[in-house]
């Protein structure tokens, strides 16, 4: 007989909770503020691209972030056969772009470590890049191609995911505005605004940037803040630009809706999730350094999001000590879409008692 199991926070790391602790059995219950996927999660660029994003620590938050990334072929088939609904998912690979003769050490070094881990990794340099990514600036000397690095059409993810969830019999309870935890230690009860009411054998802390807020409900530090993420988007013939373009800079994804995704500030804006100028213009003007036609063009499209930063880059990913009933799944930072397979598996892995499949000591949720 399956737990009864509370979810609180509809984004994708609580959607890809409920849904694998659904298809074990468990009878999962997802407690939303607004819409699920409305928040960091809607506004994602989708790369799945942990040698990128991480090319200086082969720790356990790499080992995460690559067992994500090899799961991602059979659990996005999962939610499509199961939603029969499609979305984007490409292995396009990617290009890890440098401009200077000293930054092909740091491309050497990372090939190495990231080789040890099964990375297929090849330096391209020159007019062979140029044949490779026909659009790419001159001044590009060299860059990391990784094969294996994909991307995904975020928000359809999140809607095809949501609707999976329903399928396997997830209930989802949407604009409920902030819900509390009325008690955890004993019994789990959570309130919504209006006065209703849930509990539950289990209760998943999927709250994203706003995980601080319950920092006195369990008595335990959650150093997560909300670093905004300001993003755009330029319309662009499919084919033009074949690659996920990574710079020191910024990122450029190539999508089969016809449009060019460029992104991303990281700036500190408390909860707003408004669009600046100068935030669009310092991605915009750095784009003539990397794709040179993007000069005269203007993105038709700009948005923003809160990613949940932690105060040393890691998830809080685990059960709370003396209460194995609390788990947290929060905290997820740049990579959170990413990390959605890893995590639906983990947080059903802790409810299920099963043996940890990553080492989870450097997320521990008390860590703070
Ligand atoms: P969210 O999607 O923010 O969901 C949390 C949910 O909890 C929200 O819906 C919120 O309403 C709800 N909630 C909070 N408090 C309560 C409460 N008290 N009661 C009820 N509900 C509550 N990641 C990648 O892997 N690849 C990328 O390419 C990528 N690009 C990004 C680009 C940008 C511009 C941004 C902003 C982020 C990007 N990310 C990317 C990061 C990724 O979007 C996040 O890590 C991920 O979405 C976090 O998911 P989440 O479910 O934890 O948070
Ligand atoms: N991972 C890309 C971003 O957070 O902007």
Redesign the pocket.
């Known amino acids: 007989m399956g737990e009864r199991i509370v979810i609180?926070?509809?984004?994708?790391?609580?959607?890809a909770s409920a849904f694998e602790c659904q298809r074990r059995g468990h009878q999962v219950t997802i407690?939303?503020?607004?819409?699920?996927?409305?928040?960091?999660?809607?506004?994602?660029?989708?790369?799945?691209?942990p040698y990128s994003?991480i090319g200086e620590d082969p720790d356990d938050f790499f080992r995460l972030c690559l067992e994500s990334l090899r799961l991602y072929p059979k659990w996005q088939q999962d939610i499509k056969d199961i939603s029969k609904q499609p979305f984007e998912y490409t292995n396009s690979g990617s290009l890890h772009c440098v401009y200077h003769e000293a930054d092909l050490l740091a491309l050497e070094t990372r090939q190495r470590w990231q080789g040890e881990f099964g990375a297929n990794a090849e330096i391209i340099a020159g007019d062979q890049l140029r044949r490779f990514e026909n659009e790419l600036s001159e001044d590009i000397i060299a860059a990391m191609y990784y094969p294996e690095e994909s991307?995904l059409y975020?928000p359809d993810y999140?809607k095809a995911l949501e609707v999976a969830c329903r399928q396997l019999g997830v209930k989802i309870c949407e604009e409920?505005?902030?819900?509390?935890v009325n008690s955890w230690k004993d019994e789990i009860e959570l309130e919504a605004k209006n006065g209703q009411t849930w509990s539950g054998d289990r209760l998943v802390i999927?709250?994203?940037?706003?995980?601080k807020?319950?920092e006195d409900t369990f008595d335990v530090s959650i150093p997560v803040y909300p670093?905004?993420?300001?993003?755009c988007a330029y319309d662009m013939p499919v084919g033009k630009v074949k690659h996920i373009i990574y710079t020191s800079q910024g990122?450029l994804?190539p999508k089969a809706n016809g449009t060019l995704v460029n992104?991303?500030?990281e700036d500190i804006a408390g909860f707003q999730t408004t669009v600046t100028e100068k935030g669009i213009q310092r991605l915009t003007n750095w784009n003539k350094n990397v794709l040179p036609y993007l000069q005269n063009e203007k993105p038709f499209h700009t948005?923003?999001?809160?990613?949940?930063a932690t105060q040393d880059g890691f998830p809080l990913l685990g059960k709370l000590t003396g209460a194995p009933q609390v788990i947290f799944?929060?905290?997820?930072?740049?990579?959170?879409?990413?990390?959605?397979p890893v995590t639906g598996h983990v947080v059903a892995d802790l409810i299920d008692n099963k043996q940890e499949r990553t080492p989870l000591g450097l997320f521990h949720p008390e860590r703070f």
């Not at 999927?206 to 995980?211: D, K, P």
């Not at 948005?303 to 949940?308: E, I, Q």
């Not at 799944?329 to 959605?340: D, K």
């Open positions: 609180l926070g509809g984004g994708i790391i609580g959607l407690l939303e503020k607004t819409k699920c996927g409305g928040q960091a999660t809607g506004a994602a660029a989708g790369m799945l691209a994003e991307h975020a999140a409920l505005e902030d819900v509390q999927c709250s994203g940037a706003w995980s807020e319950l670093i905004r993420g300001q993003i990122y994804v992104g991303a500030s948005w923003a999001g809160l990613r949940p799944a929060t905290g997820h930072y740049r990579n959170g879409i990413l990390l959605s």
